[in-house]
Each structure stands twice: as structure tokens, then as C-alpha cells.
């Protein structure tokens, strides 16, 4: 199971050949991620506060098939991929948004892997009640 957010391409985030610069994506991810959490009732903060969480990041993986340009509404679909002990990994599709009856198109596709820490970056398990939901989101496939 995936969370869709939508988003539109903002100038900004173009080079001077009017494509998003590739490094947006991987922004584009971390909206995903933050929104997955939102959607099932969590967020960041809490993790930091509540739970004294941080999810680096220690590897990241895009694969670019087509331009995103100026003005396009972007979906960024996000799921859950693993859980195993501190490491936690997501997957990502970055699509344009279709026209009504249309099959949207497929930007790009990626991955981020974290693993779950404390704030002087040692490992430690993600708190129960995240690690059942993201199972369960998981089993959903």
C-alpha cells in the first residue's frame, strides 16, 4: 500500500532548460515520507520529541524516465519497503498527474534507506507503534 501526495512544480525548482533539476526529486521523497507518516496519525516531531528518533539517511537511489517540467502537477506515491531491526527503507514513484481518463506518466522511481538512531547517531529500534503500522502497511501489498 502506498500514500499519494500531489504537489505542482514550481519554477524554482527548474534549470535553464525548463526540467526540474534532478536533486528535487530527492526533496519530492522526503515530501512523501513526511506525508506518509502525517497520514497514519504520526509525524517527525513526534518521533524526535516524544521518542528521541532521528532516520538519517545512509543511501538514496533515483531512477529518472521522463522531464518533469514548470507547472506540472506531480504525484509522489510512498510506501514502505522494509523494517528489519533500525533499518527502514522506502519506495518511491514520482508521476504526472493525467488528464481526466488518462494514465499518468512515470518520472521517476527511487528508494531511501535510514536507520533508526538517537541523537548521538546510535542504533536503536523504531518505537512499537510505528514498526506495527508500517508492517501492517506492508503486508497490504
Not at 31 to 42: A, S, T, Y
Not at 71 to 93: H, N
Request: charge should be neutral; include cysteine; hydrophobic fraction near 40%.
Amino acid at each position: 500500500m502506498s500514500v499519494t501526495t500531489e504537489i505542482r512544480v514550481r519554477y524554482a525548482e527548474t534549470d535553464q532548460m525548463n526540467v526540474v533539476y534532478y536533486a528535487n526529486y530527492l526533496v519530492w521523497f522526503e515530501v512523501g515520507r513526511v506525508e506518509l507518516l502525517r497520514k497514519l496519525g504520526f509525524s517527525y516531531r513526534q518521533l524526535e520529541e516524544e521518542h528521541g528518533c532521528i532516520l538519517p539517511v545512509i543511501e538514496a537511489t533515483c531512477r529518472y524516465r521522463s522531464p518533469a517540467r514548470y507547472d506540472d502537477q506531480i504525484l509522489i506515491e510512498t510506501s514502505p519497503a522494509l523494517l528489519r531491526g533500525p533499518v527502514l527503507k522506502f519506495a518511491y514513484r514520482i508521476l504526472r498527474k493525467a488528464e481526466e481518463g488518462a494514465e499518468p506518466t512515470l518520472l521517476a522511481e527511487g528508494e531511501t534507506v535510514h536507520v533508526v538512531c538517537d541523537s548521538r547517531m546510535n542504533k536503536k529500534p523504531l518505537p512499537a507503534r510505528y514498526a506495527v503500522v508500517l508492517h501492517a502497511m506492508m503486508a497490504e501489498v
